[in-house]
């Protein structure tokens, strides 16, 4: 299963961009999986952005996106999104979506680890 992100691009600072992030496979609902979103810059680690849980719909976001991004679902559309509000150009990097199966994934201390399921990434460029 590859998970795919996609609606990045290039932006000003203080402008908004919504990722999404779709499963390639026929059959893989996103709603039965915990769901990230990762980012890595280049020269720096890569590092947790958001989650939600496959549960209760639990969110999570790291404190550097707090009150500017949110992760939401739409399981008719089988899709999982990040909306990205207020962008930054350190928030510039490419970014992930993942898919774990552990029922625990988003709550508990949980956020960022383990996941399952990796894919490819979505440019995010914001420029100053």
């Known amino acids: 299963v590859q998970l795919q992100a996609s609606g990045g691009g290039l932006v000003q600072t203080g402008n908004s961009l919504r990722l999404s992030c779709a499963a390639s496979?026929?059959?893989?609902?996103?709603?039965?999986?915990?769901i990230g979103w990762f980012r890595k810059a280049p020269g720096k680690e890569r590092e947790g952005v958001s989650c939600?849980?496959?549960?209760?719909?639990?969110?999570h976001y790291a404190g550097f996106v707090k009150g500017r991004f949110t992760i939401s679902r739409d399981n008719d559309k089988n899709a999982v999104y990040l909306q990205m509000n207020s962008l930054k150009p350190e928030d510039t990097a490419i970014y992930y979506c993942?898919?774990?199966?552990?029922?625990?994934?988003?709550?508990?201390?949980?956020?960022?680890?383990?996941?399952?399921?990796w894919g490819r990434g979505t440019q995010v460029t914001v420029s100053s």
């Open positions: 993942v898919a774990g199966r552990f029922p625990g994934l988003c709550s508990g201390g949980y956020y960022f680890a383990p996941y399952d399921f």
């Open positions: 496979a026929r059959g893989f609902s996103l709603d039965n999986y915990g």
């Open positions: 939600i849980s496959s549960s209760d719909g639990n969110t």
